[in-house]
Nanobody, 122 residues
Framework: QVQLVESGGGLVQAGGSLSLSCAAS????????MAWYRQASEKQRELVAAITRGGSTNYADSVKGRFTISRDNAKNTMYLQMNSLKPEDTAVYYCNVKARRSIWDEYVYDYWGQGTQVTVSS
C-alpha cells in the first residue's frame, strides 16, 4: 500500500503565501505523475497543477504565475508554493500520485492524500 501525507495548509490573508507538501511512502517502485487538486465548498474537484517525473509542469489558468509545483524524486515528495493568494483559492487541496508498486506490476495505481485546508481571507 502507498500512503500520502500532506502538510502545510492553513489560514492566510489575501496576497499572502503558503507552501504545501505531499510525501509518499510505502510500496512504491516508481512514481509517474504527481498533481495537486482542490475542491472548494459545493464545487467539483479541479486540477491545480501537475508535474511529470521528468519535471514537466502543467497549471490551471487560474493559478498560472502564482503557484509553482515541484518534486523531489529521491524523497518521493511533491511541493506546491502558492503566492499572491486570493479568497477564491480557498479550498481543500488534495495530493494525487500515480505510481507503480513493483517491477513485476506494470499497472499504474492512483492514490489520493487526505486533503489539507487552505483558507484565504479577504
Amino acid at each position: 500500500q502507498v500512503q500520502l501525507v500532506e502538510s502545510g495548509g492553513g489560514l492566510v490573508q489575501a496576497g499572502g503565501s503558503l507552501s504545501l507538501s505531499c510525501a509518499a511512502s510505502g510500496s512504491i517502485f516508481s512514481i509517474n505523475a504527481m498533481a495537486w487538486y482542490r475542491q472548494a465548498s459545493e464545487k467539483q474537484r479541479e486540477l491545480v497543477a501537475a508535474i511529470t517525473r521528468g519535471g514537466s509542469t502543467n497549471y490551471a489558468d487560474s493559478v498560472k504565475g502564482r503557484f509553482t509545483i515541484s518534486r523531489d524524486n529521491a524523497k518521493n515528495t511533491m511541493y506546491l508554493q502558492m503566492n499572491s493568494l486570493k479568497p477564491e483559492d480557498t479550498a481543500v487541496y488534495y495530493c494525487n500520485v500515480k505510481a507503480r508498486r513493483s517491477i513485476w506490476d506494470e499497472y499504474v495505481y492512483d492514490y489520493w492524500g487526505q486533503g489539507t485546508q487552505v483558507t484565504v481571507s479577504s
